[in-house]
């Protein structure tokens, strides 16, 4: 059985920071991409930033030079560094990993429970 774990979210001020940091574990034989996603109240779950086993990233335009992606291949870790944080920003933040298990074999995506991020203005 594969478990993500997210933890960092919180509540901050407006122009403030967080750093998510998500930890993928159980039988993984190999983890593809990794990312993050954000759910607002109201709105679609949407693609915040993505980053590949070979470390290509790319990002919503929304958070492109305020949010950094960055993963750890050893340690199946992912984290998000959340700079120059805005109000629209708040959302349950949810962590993907597409990976492939041994037991059974077979590619899958795989997703944390979520950590509220919330921005004051």
């Known amino acids: 059985q594969v478990q993500l774990v997210e933890s960092g979210g919180g509540l901050v001020q407006a122009g403030g920071s967080l750093r998510l940091s998500c930890a993928a574990s159980?039988?993984?034989?190999?983890?593809?991409?990794m990312g993050w996603y954000r759910q607002a109240p109201g709105k679609q779950r949407e693609l915040v930033a993505g980053?590949?086993?070979?470390?290509?990233?790319n990002y919503a335009d929304s958070v492109k030079g305020r949010f950094t992606i960055s993963r750890d291949n050893a340690k199946n870790t992912v984290n998000l560094q959340m700079n120059s944080l805005k109000p629209e920003d708040t959302a349950v933040y949810y962590c993907?990993?597409?990976?492939?298990?041994?037991?059974?074999?077979?590619?899958?995506?795989?997703w944390g429970q979520g950590t509220q991020v919330t921005v004051s203005s």
């Open positions: 159980g039988s993984i034989f190999r983890i593809n991409a």
């Open positions: 993907n990993a597409d990976l492939m298990t041994l037991r059974p074999i077979r590619t899958a995506d795989y």
């Open positions: 980053i590949t086993s070979g470390g290509s990233t």
